[in-house]
């Protein structure tokens, strides 16, 4: 299994199909019909994963 944002294989498994990635520090979790992916916040709090965030910083690269 790769990470779906880094496509790191550092993957661990932290519960019932929610997974873990050493690499990029993200957790994601595989839902029936797509991959849900968690920022980690400040207080250890998972926060859902904006994609606009990630299309601005590829357009200001």
Known sequence: MNCPVCD???IGKVGVEQF???DCCIEFS???DKVV???LGEDGSLV???DSLMNMEQTAV
Do not use: E, L, P
């Open 8 to 10: 790191g294989r550092s």
């Open 20 to 22: 873990f990635c050493w």
């Open 37 to 39: 992916i968690y920022n």
């Open 30 to 32: 595989n839902q029936v």
């Open 48 to 50: 859902v994963w904006d």
